[in-house]
T-cell receptor, first 113, second 108 residues
Framework: DAGVIQSPRHEVTEMGQEVTLRCKPI?????LFWYRQTMMRGLELLIY????????DSGMPEDRFSAKMPNASFSTLKIQPSEPRDSAVYFC???????????FGQGTRLTVV | DAKTTQPTSMDCAEGRAANLPCNHS???????VYWYRQIHSQGPQYIIH???NNETNEMASLIITEDRKSSTLILPHATLRDTAVYYC?????????FGQGTILTVHP
C-alpha cells in the first residue's frame, strides 16, 4: 500500500481564495483525521471521521473551514475564504480501528499571502 | 481526553537507552496511551501503545505505571536517526490529540 496520500504537497494562494486539500486514506481504514501544525500551536486535531461520518469537528477553527468524506477512499478539507493565519502544514491520518496506531500522510504545506 | 505533560527536551548518547517520560494523571480507565514521533517536517509516525500492561515491539518498549498516571517510552539503543519530537497521547473513542512533545536529541 502506498500509505496515506495527500495532495497537493505545497500550495501557495492569495488571501481570499478558496483552498481544497485532498486525502486518500489507506484502503480498509475506517477512521480519518485532519490535523493542522504550526510552530505556535503545535499539532491540532481539526476533525475526525469514522466510517465516513464526522464524529468530532470541535477543532475546526471557524466556519471558513469545512471537511467532507464522500466515500471511504477520499476526503477533502476546504478553506473559503483563506487568510494568512491559515498558513500551516495540514496532515491527514487514517487508522483501521480506534485501537490501533494512525498512519499519517506527508502533509500539505499551505501558504496564504 | 487525558492532558499529557512531557519534558520539553532531552539528550541521549548514541547507543545508550533513551527513556522518555510522560505524565497523564487525568487519564480515564478506557483511554489508551499512544506514542508517536515526528522527524523534521514529516508526518508523525506511530511507535507503540498500551492500556495497562507493558508493551514491546521492534521499535520501543512502553512502561505504564500501575496507577496509569504516567508512562515511559524506552528506545533501548538510540541512534542518530532517533532524533525527533516524541509525543504521548491519551486517546479514547478514537480521538487522537497531541501535546507539545519532547525534543529528543541523540548525539554521537
Amino acid at each position: 500500500d502506498a500509505g496515506v496520500i495527500q495532495s497537493p504537497r505545497h500550495e501557495v494562494t492569495e488571501m481570499g481564495q478558496e483552498v481544497t486539500l485532498r486525502c486518500k486514506p489507506i484502503s480498509g481504514h475506517n477512521s480519518l483525521f485532519w490535523y493542522r501544525q504550526t510552530m505556535m500551536r503545535g499539532l491540532e486535531l481539526l476533525i475526525y471521521f469514522n466510517n465516513n461520518v464526522p464524529i468530532d469537528d470541535s477543532g475546526m477553527p471557524e466556519d471558513r473551514f469545512s471537511a467532507k468524506m464522500p466515500n471511504a477512499s477520499f476526503s477533502t478539507l476546504k478553506i473559503q475564504p483563506s487568510e494568512p493565519r491559515d498558513s500551516a502544514v495540514y496532515f491527514c491520518a487514517s487508522t483501521p480501528t480506534d485501537r490501533l496506531g494512525a498512519f499519517f500522510g506527508q502533509g500539505t504545506r499551505l501558504t496564504v499571502v | 481526553d487525558a492532558k499529557t505533560t512531557q519534558p520539553t527536551s532531552m539528550d541521549c548518547a548514541e547507543g545508550r537507552a533513551a527513556n522518555l517520560p510522560c505524565n497523564h494523571s487525568t487519564i480515564s480507565g478506557n483511554e489508551y496511551v499512544y506514542w508517536y514521533r515526528q522527524i523534521h517536517s514529516q508526518g508523525p509516525q506511530y511507535i507503540i501503545h498500551g492500556l495497562k500492561n507493558n508493551e514491546t515491539n521492534e521499535m520501543a518498549s512502553l512502561i505504564i505505571t500501575e496507577d496509569r498516571k504516567s508512562s515511559t517510552l524506552i528506545l533501548p539503543h538510540a541512534t542518530l536517526r532517533d532524533t525527533a519530537v516524541y509525543y504521548c497521547s491519551g486517546t479514547s473513542y478514537g480521538k487522537l490529540t497531541f501535546g507539545q512533545g519532547t525534543i529528543l536529541t541523540v548525539h554521537p
